[in-house]
């Protein structure tokens, strides 16, 4: 058997390994959530329930009343919400940020950026306090609205960081030659360095609403009804004081990976290209 033979197995057994490890607890989650209570709890667990039981979904989509189940689709709907809004506004803003930290040349750009990038990379939990006391100012407590505000706080820098390293990339003759054709700032920026970002922004796009989409801490600190609950707040609620259902939960959990994944497999061919041509530069 040859070296590189010997290499090709290796990388394949490898990479089989890394997928079990990957995949073990999406396959748990799948088989949790249609099998019984009961059943979840015996040893050993059996990955193929012998009996399906569909009940967990019915409540959740079908489900009437005020119980978690049925808040889970009120939680669905302000968690696109939110994560739209944020990805819309951060995007926004960051697309025209990172074109300025990329192309203009003003006083202290190096350092306007890392201030962005150090409100990024601060612990949430250290900026609870404040953000509960403005918010509660300003009456936006309990609100979509004000998560957005929140999200897009800490969304925008890491746009702001994404792009600006993508947009340098790209050669600045192409916007020169625009501008000597004519072109204003803007109409450069939207006519040939965003289509040129194309595979950064899709990326960006997708990164901005997972972050949006999965916050936990904000959301449970800020939200305290299901007008205004997230889905990771929403799936916390299905813990109870004295017993948890681990297969509505499971369920909870794979309908709340959805979006993210049809996302992910719709922008995938962008992904790997925006990130290694713009996230790795410095």
Known sequence: MSASLKYRIFIHVAALLVALVILAPFAWMATASITEPTALITRPYHWIPSHLDFSRYKAIFAGHGDDVASA?????????IVAV??????????????????????????VTMMVFLTTYMLPPIALLVP?????????????DLGLIIIYCSYVTPFVLWILSNYFST?????????RVDGCSRMGALFRIMLPAARPGLFATIM??????????LYALIFTSSS???????????F??????DFGL??????????????????FQKFVVGGLSAGAVKG
């Open 72 to 80: 889970f689709r009120a939680s669905l709907v302000n968690s696109t």
């Open 85 to 110: 809004g944020t990805v819309v506004i951060s995007m926004s803003v960051g697309v025209l940020g990172a074109y300025a930290f990329a192309m203009l040349r003003f006083r202290l750009r190096r």
């Open 131 to 143: 953000l509960y006391l403005i918010m509660s100012s300003l009456g936006l407590l309990d609100s």
């Open 170 to 178: 790209i050669p600045a003759e192409l916007e020169e030659a625009a």
């Open 207 to 216: 990164f901005a609403f997972i972050l949006a989409w999965d916050e936990f």
């Open 227 to 237: 007008a205004s609950k997230t889905i990771p707040v929403a799936i916390a609620d």
């Open 239 to 244: 813990t109870g004081r004295y017993s948890t």
């Open 249 to 266: 939960v499971a369920a909870g959990g794979l309908i709340a990976s959805v979006p993210p994944v049809l996302l992910a497999v719709a």
